[in-house]
């Protein structure tokens, strides 16, 4: 069945999840000094992000600046975090594939994450605008986060297409792509240099049918360029480099 649907993630595939992060530690940061008068705290977050550590860095950051903390501190700084309205935006790839969609396709964005924050980046992103249909896998319940196959066969329902129609495009090896392919979807990884799973390595059967690095090599891919309005002219400077990038793996 040809591809008639495109499905994309979120984070880290339509915009920079590192922007996303950095913008909740400022958002944190100002809470921080606005009840202690201590600054820094964006600071020390960043460093300890951009050092690969991810684990409890609120309480490693209140340590550092020897503030005392609870547990029900730490609970408000998260929902800080979470429900902060983020200083983000589309990534320059997807804003350009974004505008050269067909008006035929049908398009669907499936984000993890908890609610609260995908919400916000939704919103701040402007993606009601784009997609026909978002599916926020933490509406449906944790426990149907992917690689459930529950937010996938919501997502065919809203449209109202067929699994064999569905392309999914995410970042994420480890769960992105396992349960898409098992329900007959087309996949494709992006896998952007700086992305934060850009270096996950998986056994096959979770790794997507093709690989990228920059979305509008998307429109190389020769199943899915009926997909696309593209003028011949604007692949021109991008198609080759581009087509000996996108590795095909089935």
């Known amino acids: 069945?040809?591809?008639?649907?495109?499905?994309?993630?979120?984070?880290?595939?339509?915009?920079?999840?590192?922007?996303?992060?950095?913008?909740?530690?400022?958002?944190?940061?100002?809470?921080?000094?606005?009840?202690?008068?201590?600054?820094?705290?964006?600071?020390?977050?960043?460093?300890?992000?951009?050092?690969?550590?991810?684990?409890?860095?609120?309480?490693?950051?209140?340590?550092?600046?020897?503030?005392?903390?609870?547990?029900?501190?730490?609970?408000?700084?998260?929902?800080?975090?979470?429900?902060?309205?983020?200083?983000?935006?589309?990534?320059?790839?997807?804003?350009?594939?974004?505008?050269?969609?067909?008006?035929?396709?049908?398009l669907g964005l499936l984000s993890d994450g908890y609610k609260e924050a995908q919400e916000q980046k939704v919103m701040k992103l402007n993606l009601d605008h784009y997609f026909h249909a978002v599916v926020l896998s933490d509406t449906l319940g944790r426990e149907h986060w992917k690689p459930s196959p529950v937010p996938y066969q919501e997502m065919v329902r809203l449209l109202h297409v067929q699994h064999e129609a569905c392309l999914y495009v995410g970042d994420n090896a480890s769960k992105d792509f396992i349960t898409a392919k098992t329900l007959g979807w087309r996949t494709v990884r992006l896998k952007r240099p700086d992305g934060v799973y850009a270096d996950t390595l998986v056994p096959e059967e979770f790794e997507a049918h093709y690989q990228i690095d920059n979305l509008r090599q998307l429109t190389t891919i020769p199943e899915f360029k009926q997909l696309f309005r593209l003028q011949s002219i604007e692949l021109d400077p991008i198609a080759d480099a581009a087509e000996s990038k996108a590795g095909v793996n089935s």
Request: contains cysteine.
């Open 1 to 106: 069945m040809e591809v008639t649907t495109i499905v994309f993630d979120l984070d880290d595939t339509l915009y920079p999840e590192r922007d996303y992060v950095l913008s909740g530690f400022k958002a944190v940061g100002e809470r921080v000094f606005r009840q202690f008068g201590h600054a820094g705290f964006y600071e020390s977050a960043t460093r300890l992000f951009h050092s690969g550590e991810s684990a409890l860095i609120f309480n490693r950051v209140l340590d550092q600046l020897g503030l005392a903390y609870n547990n029900q501190l730490i609970t408000e700084l998260v929902a800080c975090y979470r429900l902060h309205e983020p200083e983000i935006s589309l990534s320059a790839d997807a804003q350009w594939l974004l505008g050269r969609i067909s008006a035929e396709v049908k």
